[in-house]
T-cell receptor
């Protein structure tokens, strides 16, 4: 158990809908990262927040947005969903910028299926 | 462009048969190379961080090494429970920010 929690575990929805994925980082971790993993694309970095502020962006679509709240939990919002958005979405956390960007601890993921 | 290439894509071994997984990278100014293990349907589990050429790290039957162009994950006398996908990632500075770039992974199967 990494200490990172994600909800829900599974999500099935229809095209055009909007969903919200939730992540609670490990206790004491200030950085939260979101990743998308699909069979053909592998693990793709989407966005990073550090102590409530956006720090880095990856291949995140404009239909997707995220935020980190004062209690450090984070939410990833996916809107106008398309079939191609079906994937595993992972949240990861780390101590912070000075603590080593790479030693990230991943949650169990949310499996999103868009029908 | 920063890239990470892992080989082979898949590897089947018999229990006790040692082997190595490769991770080749091209990145301007390596800040760190990371190995993760991922079981089906689960999140990646952190294994090692390597920062400079010549560095080695060990954990049970796994040993990771780093050169200027690639990293190897050596598996000695593997057991069936070592079956998983092993991911390599490099820390790269992209568009002004530090990010992790992952390889596609090597799917390792250890047969009893």
């Amino acid at each position: 158990d990494s200490g990172v929690t994600q909800t829900p575990k599974h999500l099935i929805t229809a095209t055009g809908q909007r969903v919200t994925l939730r992540c609670s980082p490990r206790s004491g971790d200030l950085s939260v990262y979101w990743y998308q993993q699909s069979l053909d694309q592998g693990l793709q970095f989407l966005i990073q927040y550090y102590n409530g502020e956006e720090r880095a962006k990856g291949n995140i679509l404009e239909r997707f947005s995220a935020q980190q709240f004062p209690d450090l939990h984070s939410e990833l919002n996916l809107s106008s969903l398309e079939l191609g958005d079906s994937a595993l979405y992972f949240c990861a956390s780390s101590v912070g910028l000075a603590g080593g960007l790479g030693e990230q601890f991943f949650g169990p993921g949310t499996r999103l299926t868009v029908l | 462009e920063d890239q990470v290439t892992q080989s082979p894509e898949a590897l089947r071994l018999q229990e006790g048969e040692s082997s190595s997984l490769n991770c080749s990278y091209t990145v301007s100014g390596l800040r760190g190379l990371f190995w993760y293990r991922q079981d089906p349907g689960k999140g990646p589990e952190f294994l090692f961080t390597l920062y400079s050429a010549g560095e080695e790290k060990e954990k049970e039957r796994l040993k990771a090494t780093l050169t200027k162009k690639e990293s190897f994950l050596h598996i000695t006398a593997p057991k069936p429970e070592d079956s998983a996908t092993y991911l390599c990632a490099v820390q790269a500075r992209i568009q002004g920010a530090q990010k992790l770039v992952f390889g596609q992974g090597t799917r390792l199967t250890i047969n009893p």
